[in-house]
């Protein structure tokens, strides 16, 4: 339980409530959870837990503190580190990185599948009228990306 408070933060790190609700309002977590215990095989959940603890680890020898004593701006620092483009990462902490970009791959796609995001915030059409091959996306849909 204590694991998924920390990634439910990191999630909220990731996709902060702005104008539009954020990863915690939204249950992100909760469906990311129930996606990867429904599809993942044991091996790649296997793979994510050793990713997570690889993450923390780096976090605490990063910060100098227990995992437990770890606060949102570091939790928000580790993230930066692994995720910004290039940040030159050690070998050594490979398994840390890869948990963030999996992390953060799991919360975008949880996301743009969410009901309230696909219908409020991308275009959406429930039933989509007629093709129109080569038209422009701002005067189409106004800039905003399709609804899945």
């Known amino acids: 339980a204590d694991d998924f408070n920390k990634i439910t933060q990191l999630m909220e790190l990731i996709i902060p409530s702005t104008e539009i609700p954020g990863a915690i309002e939204l249950k992100l977590p909760e469906f990311a959870d129930t996606y990867i215990k429904a599809v993942w095989s044991e091996e790649d959940q296997e793979n ?34 692994y995720l ?3 940040n030159d990462i050690p070998d050594s902490e490979a398994a840390a990185a890869a ?22 915030v991308l275009a959406y059409a429930p039933v989509p009228g007629d093709y129109k091959g080569c038209v422009d996306l701002m005067e189409t849909t106004g800039g905003k990306a399709w609804s899945l």
């Open 84 to 86: 910004k483009p290039g």
């Open 99 to 120: 948990f963030a970009e999996q992390l953060r791959h799991l919360t975008v796609n949880a996301f743009k599948t969410n009901e309230y995001i696909g219908e409020n």
């Open 48 to 81: 994510l837990s050793k990713g997570w603890a690889a993450f923390q680890n780096a976090a605490s020898q990063a910060t100098g503190k227990d995992a437990a004593q770890l606060e949102n701006t570091d939790w928000d620092a580790q993230l930066a580190k």
